[in-house]
C-alpha cells in the first residue's frame, strides 16, 4: 500500500496484551475501530503478551482481513517475519528493536515507521531515507508500554516536531482530556492504545481524536 501522512491522522495500536490477552475482543475492538474512522492499525504483540508465533499469524491474518475491509493500513510492530507471513503493508520499530537499517533495506516496498524520543533520535532519523514516518513520545504519561521514557510535553512535541523531516505521529498518554493540546500542534496525527481498547464509545472517542467534535 502507498503512503500518505493523512494515514497518520489516527493510528491506533494494539495486541492481545491491552485487551486482558482475549484475541476475539482484541478483533472485536479493530473492527468496531475501523467501522468509526482510524486512519491506520499497528498489532503491536509486546509487552506482557505470550501469544506462540503460529498463533501471531493467525491473529494478524484476521486482523489483515478487516483491516483491508476498510482500506486501513496494516502494520506489524517489530517482526520482519511475521509481516511477511501476512504480507502486512508496513513494518514499525523502536530504538532497541530491529535496526532500522536492516528493516529499510529488506522491506523497501513496505510502510517503515520509527519511533524516537529525543533530539538526537530525531536528528538521526532525518537522515534515514527510506523512512515513512516518525513516532514522537511519550507525549504524557502512559501505563501502556513496558519501560516507557519520562513523557516530554507538548512544547518538547513542538521543537521535536519542528526539527523532524519526516512526517510524524504524537504518542504516548493521548486521551480525550487532553487531545486538544496535541490538536493544537502541527503533528500530522496521534497514536494510542488505551484510549480506544478502554472506550465505549468508538465514534465519539475517534472523532474527538481527529479533532471532528
Ligand atoms: N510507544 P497509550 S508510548 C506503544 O513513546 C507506545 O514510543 C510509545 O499507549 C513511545 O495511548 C506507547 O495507551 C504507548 O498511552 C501508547
Known amino acids: 500500500m502507498h ?5 497518520l491522522k489516527v493510528y491506533f495500536i494494539a495486541g492481545s496484551q491491552n485487551t486482558n490477552h482475549d484475541v476475539d475482543e482484541l478483533i472485536s475492538i479493530v473492527e468496531n475501530a475501523c467501522q468509526n474512522g482510524i486512519t491506520m492499525f499497528q498489532y503491536r504483540e509486546k509487552d506482557s503478551s505470550t501469544l506462540p508465533f503460529a498463533n501471531k499469524v493467525a491473529v494478524a491474518q484476521k486482523l489483515k482481513t478487516i483491516t483491508n475491509q476498510y482500506g ?16 502486512a503493508d508496513g513494518i514499525h520499530v523502536g530504538q532497541d528493536d530491529t535496526k532500522i537499517e536492516q528493516v529499510i533495506s529488506t522491506c523497501s516496498d513496505k510502510i517503515i515507521g520509527l519511533s524516537t524520543h529525543d533530539q538526537n533520535e530525531v536528528s538521526a532519523a532525518n537522515k534515514i531515507d527510506g523512512l515513512d514516518y516518525i513516532g514522537i513520545g511519550p507525549i504524557f504519561a502512559t501505563n501502556s508500554k513496558a519501560h516507557v521514557k519520562e513523557a516530554i510535553g507538548i512544547d518538547s512535541l513542538v521543537q521535536l516536531y519542528a526539527l523532524a523531516n519526516h512526517p510524524a505521529v504524537a504518542i504516548g498518554g493521548i486521551h480525550l482530556n487532553n487531545v486538544h493540546d496535541v490538536l493544537s500542534t502541527d503533528v500530522d496525527g496521534i497514536s494510542v492504545i488505551s484510549a480506544i481498547t478502554k472506550t465505549n464509545n468508538f465514534a465519539k ?4 481524536l481527529k479533532g471532528e467534535l
Open 205 to 208: 472517542t475517534i472523532s474527538t
Open 3 to 7: 503512503f500518505s501522512p493523512e494515514q
Open 72 to 87: 486501513v493500513p496494516f502494520i506489524i510492530d517489530d517482526d520482519i517475519e511475521l509481516m511477511r507471513a501476512v504480507n
